[in-house]
């Protein structure tokens, strides 16, 4: 196809704007303050912006191992921090700053256990005792699950996870490998190579994920060369290489659990995993959970995400969207803006406290702090649940609109 004289004009612009630039992609930060701190944990609060009140019950964006917290601020424009601190939505991030050899004895059970909990006390708190609506990306997805479970005391209004696969043995990635997995007897190669040199370094994932998406990889450069004229597109292909480009080593032994349960043993495939002499079982979340599902994901395709659903007997709500969008695109793609986001507007709304708790929740007291904020939203889906579920459905409702389906019409709304 011959370009038009205008997409010629804005090809050169583009390509001279990088070339005198740097690049087309505003990839400036959201201002933040961090508020809390310790092993692997940081959380931070983003800073509301001039003329913009902060209302409402917080969100605590979850990041997973390995990946940088870009990934819910990857530019502007196609930031979901942004989204919601322009919106006067009090915005929370906890990240795990960089792992090095030393952290290699840390498992799974550090984030579960310590990390999360920790963190969704401490941004109640700090946001006046209000109860928070948690939201965990990929890996961060599993690990809030699991903190769920294992905290029902923890104050959560919701939790929503994205692109979180359950059911490993529905990954094709996965698939194919499965039966040389078991080879070795759990002394194969891949266990020596992780011990001996304390986890997964940071080369080793970046290269996987970009391996999950070897497609796009290997017609990159075409893509490019075709939409030169394209500067939105442009700037998320440059945010995604600089996301890509920081990603994160594993910790040894949490590289080992996830290798060993996950990828081997697809452990959560029926809904409880053991740590030491307890089992936490995803049954005993109580909140309304929120699922989605990436219609191009090739790191957590739908079945994969969508076998939590069964899972959830104990939730007050739960709710499935299949969204366009890969891995990361389902999360701040360009096509996310007008699609998870919408849906993540709405939840949050569906299932806020009207109004704020009591007297601000003290930091020094996290133990009193989990025992006065949990009481009242504790009580508050339960009588949602069952006030929703004497009345039909209406288009409005999240998971019912077909013009916010995509890519299966199993995206519907699960109302018990």
């Known amino acids: 196809m011959i370009p038009k004289p205008d997409q010629v004009a804005a090809a050169a612009s583009n390509v001279a704007h990088k070339l005198l630039y740097g690049g087309l992609a505003d990839l400036r930060p959201m201002p933040r303050t961090l508020i809390d701190d ?9 800073r509301p912006q001039a003329k913009v009140q902060e209302q409402g019950d917080p969100v605590l964006l979850v990041t997973p191992l390995a990946a940088p917290a870009l990934c819910y601020d990857l530019r502007r424009g196609c930031s979901l921090v942004e989204h919601f601190v ?14 090095s050899f030393k952290d290699r004895a840390l ?5 579960i256990e310590e990390v999360l909990p920790l963190a969704i006390r401490e941004v109640s708190g700090h946001a006046g005792g209000r109860p928070v ?20 005391d923890l104050p959560i209004a919701s939790l929503t996870v994205v692109g979180s696969p359950i059911d490993v043995s529905l990954v094709p990635l996965v698939a194919p490998l499965r039966p040389l997995l078991n080879l070795g007897k759990g002394r194969g190669p891949i266990t020596r190579g992780y011990r001996a040199i304390g986890g997964a370094p940071k080369p080793l994932v970046k290269w996987a994920f970009q391996l999950s998406s070897f497609q796009k990889l290997v017609t990159k450069p075409l893509a490019l060369a075709t939409h030169l004229d394209d500067a939105d597109f442009l700037a998320q292909i440059e945010a995604v290489d600089r996301f890509t480009a920081n990603m994160i080593a594993y910790p040894g032994r949490t590289f080992g659990q996830l290798y060993h349960r996950f990828v081997k043993g697809n452990a959560l495939v029926t809904g409880s995993i053991d740590f030491g002499d307890r089992t ?7 909140a ?10 090739g790191i957590a395709p739908v079945p994969a995400v969508k076998a939590v659903v069964p899972l959830l007997t104990g939730a007050a709500d739960v709710r499935f969207e299949i969204v366009p969008g890969g891995h990361l695109g389902m999360l701040t793609g360009r096509a996310a803006r007008g699609s998870t986001w919408r849906v993540l507007d709405e939840w949050i709304s569906q299932w806020s406290t009207a109004e704020p708790s009591a007297a601000p929740v003290s930091k020094a007291a996290p133990e009193d702090a989990a025992a006065s904020t949990v009481k009242k939203p504790a009580k508050k889906p339960a009588a949602r649940s069952a006030k929703k579920a004497a009345k039909k459905p209406t288009a409005d409702e999240i998971g019912t609109n077909p013009d916010r389906r995509h890519g299966s019409g199993s995206s519907r709304s699960l109302l018990r």
């Open 288 to 297: 309304p959970v929120l699922v989605f599902a990436g219609a191009s994901d």
């Open 133 to 152: 609506h948690v939201i965990g990306w990929s890996l961060g997805g599993i690990f809030s699950l699991l903190a769920a479970a294992d905290g029902p």
């Open 38 to 46: 310790g092993t692997l944990r940081e959380v931070y609060h983003y």
């Open 107 to 111: 498992g799974m059970e550090h984030w």
């Open 86 to 99: 322009t919106g006067g939505r009090p915005t929370y991030l906890v990240e795990y700053g960089e792992v």
């Open 280 to 286: 936490i079982s995803i049954a005993d979340i109580k």
